[in-house]
T-cell receptor, first 115, second 112 residues
Framework: NAGVTQTPKFRVLKTGQSMTLLCAQD?????MYWYRQDPGMGLRLIHY???????AKGEVPDGYNVSRLKKQNFLLGLESAAPSQTSVYFC??????????????FGPGTRLTVL | GESVGLHLPTLSVQEGDNSIINCAYS??????FIWYKQESGKGPQFIID?????DKRQGQRVTVLLNKTVKHLSLQIAATQPGDSAVYFC???????????FGAGTTVTVRA
């Protein structure tokens, strides 16, 4: 049981390049989330998904797109990277159901630098 | 706007002493609160949570206190150890929502 995994761990992009970050979870969780974390700040929600085939915008969605084609995977895409997107990106997942814990479990993060 | 925040950005603690980390929240609709620990280079790790129908919950060496009257949350760590050095975040949510809101974090440094 690997929990939440993220690939890649590190990436350097040039302005205007595109890339996709992959998040995978093996806990059969319904909900998945993408956050970014900037120095000295808490996590800010980019996009999230409440089930396979569904996505929704979070607090800072501009410049990002997501897809949830399979329940276990949540992809975060940058179509045209900008230096402002230099950050550490975290994926999280949690179970569903009113009486289940709301605890989100996080992946190890992807450190992205945009030059 | 409504947000979750921490009172102090840094806390230095002598090894063996107890630590108290504070968090203020302003969204009165929140009914679920979580403390996360984040070590350098890692993702946030769940420590303990509490729902609004409780005012205290204990775990292993940790206690979370919730004061809904003044919208205040605290995390107490007993007998602080070097391995407790990390950034601690509080987060709040509403049960009918799917999202967490995080505070900026408190960096705890344990002195030997």
């Amino acid at each position: 049981n690997a929990g939440v995994t993220q690939t890649p761990k590190f990436r350097v992009l040039k302005t205007g390049q595109s890339m996709t970050l992959l998040c995978a979870q093996d806990m059969n969780h319904e909900y998945m989330y993408w956050y970014r974390q900037d120095p000295g700040m808490g996590l800010r929600l980019i996009h999230y998904s409440v089930g396979e085939g569904t996505t929704a915008k979070g607090e800072v969605p501009d410049g990002y797109n997501v897809s949830r084609l399979k329940k276990q995977n949540f992809l975060l895409g940058l179509e045209s990277a900008a230096p402002s997107q230099t950050s550490v990106y975290f994926c999280a997942s949690r179970n569903s159901g009113r009486h289940s814990t709301d605890t989100q479990y996080f992946g190890p993060g992807t450190r992205l630098t945009v030059l | 706007g409504e947000s979750v925040g921490l009172h102090l950005p840094t806390l230095s603690v002598q090894e063996g002493d107890n630590s108290i980390i504070n968090c203020a929240y302003s969204n009165s609709a929140s009914d679920y609160f979580i403390w996360y620990k984040q070590e350098s280079g890692k993702g946030p790790q769940f420590i303990i949570d509490i729902r609004s129908n409780m005012d205290k919950r204990q775990g292993q060496r940790v206690t979370v206190l919730l004061n809904k009257t003044v919208k205040h949350l605290s995390l107490q760590i007993a007998a602080t150890q070097p391995g407790d050095s990390a950034v601690y975040f509080c987060a709040e949510a509403r049960s009918n929502d799917y999202k967490l809101s995080f505070g900026a974090g408190t960096t705890v440094t344990v002195r030997a």
